[in-house]
């Protein structure tokens, strides 16, 4: 049996985006047109629009799995990130590559952080197949960010953390924004933070609770 990927992605845009008021017409032409079971392990490509985080490499002893982020939940982090043609975004833990194709579509240059050696091959595999020329694949610790190509008027975190990191502040541009999910479950919540002459300012936007993003997590402490 074929499966009919153009018809599923315009139910995605239709039944899941707009419904939880993504609207921003480029965002919904991007999401409506990238395949993103080109980023999803092949035996679970059937499973690609579904409306749900999707595994795409298991927990080792190292790191803990990683999800492609379900998409009305990236949808709406996308459309808070308020991203323009002339942005110079940092996608951190850009996982397989679906965000970085995303939001390649939406700005001008893209750097795509990934942690995850194999998940950054994959990216980059894929992100050359669909010809997004304007995104970088690179790899390193996700909470030092990238500060070669810094700063960034968009910095875009693709998961849960329990804080944003002063260095990821650091690489803001000002002027820029950055959008992450604080918290756990249920209780997290996602922020926008704007940097405007030097001092940084944030605002809870909405109740989101997405998948947690390895490295982020504070350190626990010792209760007497």
């Given at each position: 049996?074929?499966?009919?990927?153009?018809?599923?992605?315009?139910?995605?845009?239709?039944g899941?985006?707009?419904?939880?008021?993504v609207?921003?017409?480029?965002?919904?032409?991007a999401?409506?047109d990238?395949?993103?079971?080109?980023?999803?392990p092949?035996?679970k490509?059937?499973?690609a629009y579904?409306?749900?985080?999707?595994?795409?490499?298991?927990a080792?002893?190292?790191?803990?799995?990683r999800?492609?982020?379900e998409p009305?939940?990236?949808?709406?982090?996308?459309?808070?990130?308020?991203v323009?043609?002339?942005?110079?975004?940092?996608?951190?833990?850009?996982?397989s590559?679906?965000?970085?194709a995303?939001?390649?579509?939406?700005?001008?240059?893209?750097?795509?952080?990934?942690?995850?050696?194999?998940?950054?091959a994959?990216?980059?595999?894929?992100l050359?197949?669909?010809?997004?020329v304007?995104?970088a694949v690179?790899?390193g610790p996700?909470?030092?960010?990238?500060?070669?190509?810094?700063?960034?008027?968009?910095i875009?975190?693709?998961?849960?953390?329990?804080?944003?990191?002063?260095?990821?502040i650091?690489?803001l541009?000002?002027g820029?924004?950055?959008?992450?999910?604080?918290?756990?479950?249920?209780?997290?919540?996602?922020?926008l933070?704007v940097?405007?002459?030097?001092?940084?300012?944030?605002?809870?936007?909405?109740?989101?609770?997405?998948?947690?993003?390895?490295?982020?997590?504070?350190?626990p402490?010792?209760?007497?």
């Amino acid at each position: 049996m074929t499966i009919d990927f153009s018809q599923q992605r315009a139910n995605m845009v239709e039944g899941q985006l707009r419904t939880s008021d993504v609207t921003a017409s480029a965002l919904l032409d991007a999401m409506g047109d990238i395949p993103r079971e080109a980023f999803v392990p092949g035996r679970k490509q059937a499973l690609a629009y579904l409306d749900e985080d999707l595994e795409i490499a298991p927990a080792t002893n190292e790191s803990a799995a990683r999800y492609l982020m379900e998409p009305a939940a990236f949808g709406k982090l996308v459309q808070l990130a308020d991203v323009r043609s002339s942005d110079v975004v940092l996608n951190v833990g850009a996982g397989s590559g679906y965000s970085a194709a995303v939001l390649s579509r939406l700005a001008s240059f893209v750097v795509a952080l990934e942690s995850d050696e194999d998940l950054a091959a994959k990216a980059t595999d894929a992100l050359s197949e669909l010809g997004c020329v304007n995104v970088a694949v690179v790899s390193g610790p996700l909470q030092g960010g990238y500060a070669d190509d810094a700063p960034y008027d968009v910095i875009f975190i693709g998961g849960a953390v329990d804080s944003v990191p002063q260095t990821l502040i650091d690489q803001l541009r000002d002027g820029g924004r950055l959008v992450a999910v604080i918290g756990e479950g249920n209780a997290a919540q996602a922020l926008l933070y704007v940097k405007d002459d030097g001092i940084v300012s944030s605002r809870v936007a909405f109740n989101l609770a997405v998948k947690p993003l390895p490295g982020f997590q504070n350190a626990p402490e010792f209760v007497f």
